[in-house]
Antibody
Framework: EVQLLESGGTLVQPGGSLRLSCAASGFTFGSYAMTWVRQAPGKGLEWVSGISYSGDSTYYSDSVKGRFIISRDNSENTLDLQMNSLRAEDSAVYYC?????????????????WGQGTTVTVSS | QAVLTQPASLSASPGASARLTCTLRSGVSVDTYRMYWYQQKPGSPPQYLLRYKSDSDKHQGYGVPSRFSASKDASANAGILLISGVQSEDEADYYCMIWHSSAWVFGGGTKVNVL
């Protein structure tokens, strides 16, 4: 069974940093592109960042570009999101998600399995 | 103008059909995109329902009931999610998504109320 377990969410002050992690199991992690999506309280889904299965290619939304860094460790089956210069508008539940097929470029197919999410609150 | 526009809400009676639309911005043709549909219930993560580009390029999520289907309305430049025979458990938020300009883009979501 595919499982994705996010961790690292907490309360952080504006301007601070936080690192989220996603532990994957139940599939060949290193063969699948991965994505982070967030959802602010009472709002819709917003794509944040993604990474190819090899880690060679990374993608960011305009709202986080230059502040967030996505990475993966295929030997440890983990996906990370380093979040810097955090703002109040970054407050959200952050989901990691596995893409649909193995071996494909990041943008060909989207996510099909999502984790339960971790909550980030940016406030003083 | 948003790339993808969804009606904020839709009401349906049990047993009826519900047609959810995801309209692409003018100048962005629905024909060229794989469109994904997700269902989200309160307090839960999104669940993948299906993907549709054409009748030869589509996929139903595992375990997703056949009453969920997708299509496109080229004349309206929109993707369609059809729920045939709506059930009370279908009450949820539904999101469409495409890859556009090097980003995954979500619609604002449609809340389906089953009355």
């Amino acid at each position: 069974e595919v499982q994705l377990l996010e961790s690292g969410g907490t309360l952080v002050q504006p301007g601070g940093s936080l690192r989220l992690s996603c532990a994957a199991s139940g599939f060949t992690f290193g063969s699948y592109a991965m994505t982070w999506v967030r959802q602010a309280p009472g709002k819709g889904l917003e794509w944040v960042s993604g990474i190819s299965y090899s880690g060679d290619s990374t993608y960011y939304s305009d709202s986080v570009k230059g502040r967030f860094i996505i990475s993966r460790d295929n030997s440890e089956n983990t996906l990370d999101l380093q979040m810097n210069s955090l703002r109040a508008e970054d407050s959200a539940v952050y989901y990691c998600a596995k893409h649909q097929y193995s071996g494909w470029d990041y943008y060909f197919y989207g996510p099909d399995v999502w984790g339960q999410g971790t909550t980030v609150t940016v406030s003083s | 103008q948003a790339v993808l526009t969804q009606p904020a809400s839709l009401s349906a009676s049990p047993g009826a059909s519900a047609r959810l639309t995801c309209t692409l911005r003018s100048g962005v043709s629905v024909d060229t995109y794989r469109m994904y549909w997700y269902q989200q219930k309160p307090g839960s993560p999104p669940q993948y329902l299906l993907r549709y580009k054409s009748d030869s390029d589509k996929h139903q999520g595992y375990g997703v009931p056949s009453r969920f289907s997708a299509s496109k309305d080229a004349s309206a430049n929109a993707g369609i999610l059809l729920i045939s025979g709506v059930q009370s458990e279908d009450e949820a938020d539904y999101y469409c998504m495409i890859w556009h300009s090097s980003a995954w883009v979500f619609g604002g979501g449609t809340k389906v109320n089953v009355l």
